[in-house]
T-cell receptor
Framework: DADVTQTPRNRITKTGKRIMLECSQTKGHDRMYWYRQDPGLGLRLIYYSFDVKDINKGEISDGYSVSRQAQAKFSLSLESAIPNQTALYFC?????????????FGPGTRLTVL | QKEVEQNSGPLSVPEGAIASLNCTYSDRGSQSFFWYRQYSGKSPELIMFIYSNGDKEDGRFTAQLNKASQYVSLLIRDSQPSDSATYLCAVSSNDYKLSFGAGTTVTVRA
């Protein structure tokens, strides 16, 4: 089945460490997104990319960076992790030209920064 | 900043009853509306989308949209324990980005 995968699924790290979260998809979608989810705050957009050469900041990009290595791969980096970046992180994809902006989510990465 | 508001709940309904979830949004230019279901610790999964005023039915789920009132709702008929989850309302202004509400937690009592 065409799918969205995220690695790692769980990660515990220490303040100041550099962390990379990876997302891969076999859906053939061109658009990819990174969100974080905190209790009571819903999903908030960190970065998004509409194709390999297009990278855009979302509403909460400070402290994060991204890389779109290929159409199917979109990585999120925390250059120097801090405790308030502890959250559930989701990657999502969508396809241009579709009838709707439906996004499909990966299984998530639970990140804990100590 | 586009705002999407939902009652946080929890909304508790008996098995077999109708669960009614509400969502309001601030951007009048919003054109597409989505309901996602999220089980605890899992990823959001699409239940349905709607972009025209009125009702849209899919099985036990009905989405209702009123653009004049900036209001979208989701009805779950014949609620089952497996419907116990958090329901996320999401809105798009056709800029290919979704703005999410914080979600409404539904508990179906057996």
């Amino acid at each position: 089945d065409a799918d969205v995968t995220q690695t790692p699924r769980n990660r515990i790290t220490k303040t100041g460490k550099r962390i990379m979260l990876e997302c891969s998809q076999t859906k053939g979608h061109d658009r990819m997104y990174w969100y974080r989810q905190d209790p009571g705050l819903g999903l908030r957009l960190i970065y998004y990319s509409f194709d390999v050469k297009d990278i855009n900041k979302g509403e909460i990009s400070d402290g994060y960076s991204v890389s779109r290595q290929a159409q199917a791969k979109f990585s999120l980096s925390l250059e120097s992790a801090i405790p308030n970046q502890t959250a559930l992180y989701f990657c999502a994809t969508s396809i241009s030209g579709a009838d709707t902006d439906t996004q499909y989510f990966g299984p998530g990465t639970r990140l804990t920064v100590l | 900043q586009k705002e999407v508001e939902q009652n946080s709940g929890p909304l508790s309904v008996p098995e077999g009853a109708i669960a009614s979830l509400n969502c309001t949004y601030s951007d009048r230019g919003s054109q597409s509306f989505f309901w996602y279901r999220q089980y605890s610790g899992k990823s959001p999964e699409l239940i349905m989308f709607i972009y025209s005023n009125g009702d849209k039915e899919d099985g036990r789920f009905t989405a209702q949209l009123n653009k004049a009132s900036q209001y979208v709702s989701l009805l779950i008929r014949d609620s089952q324990p497996s419907d116990s989850a958090t329901y996320l309302c999401a809105v798009s202004s056709n800029d290919y980005k979704l703005s999410f509400g914080a979600g409404t937690t539904v508990t179906v009592r057996a």
